[in-house]
Nanobody, 121 residues
Framework: VQLVESGGGLVQAGGSLRLSCESS??????MAWFRQAPGKEREFVAA????????GYADSVKGRFTISRDIAKNTVYLQMNSLKPEDTAVYYC?????????????????WGQGTQVSVSS
């Protein structure tokens, strides 16, 4: 199983980016995005239930980020709008086969390599 991310980059505050994560090998109960800023612990950003399409978000990104999935392409997206300097981090795609919704990183079994998002002020 591989999770391959793309779409990171450098953007000015207020700008937008869209991250993509393609899963090869299988589908999962849910997929999520986490992020880790320098000197900080990895934190949950958003998750989507693959079959039902239900979503969840961290309070810090609600109303600005949208997670979605394309079942035919086995791909999950993170649309990030109104970006702030504090959104700067390495963003990781993750997937779990556990049959429940979770925001805990230790309950995700598969991880992408990470993609850097940098937001300048």
């Amino acid at each position: 199983v591989q999770l391959v991310e793309s779409g990171g980059g450098l953007v000015q505050a207020g700008g937008s980016l869209r991250l993509s994560c393609e899963s090869s090998g299988r589908t999962f109960y849910s997929m999520a995005w986490f992020r880790q800023a320098p000197g900080k612990e990895r934190e949950f950003v958003a998750a989507v239930l693959w079959g039902l399409g239900g979503t969840g978000y961290a309070d810090s990104v609600k109303g600005r980020f949208t997670i979605s999935r394309d079942i035919a392409k086995n791909t999950v997206y993170l649309q990030m709008n109104s970006l702030k300097p504090e959104d700067t981090a390495v963003y990781y795609c993750a997937a779990t086969g556990r049959q429940f919704y979770t925001e805990r990183d230790n309950e995700y079994d598969y991880w992408g390599q990470g993609t850097q998002v940098s937001v300048s002020s």
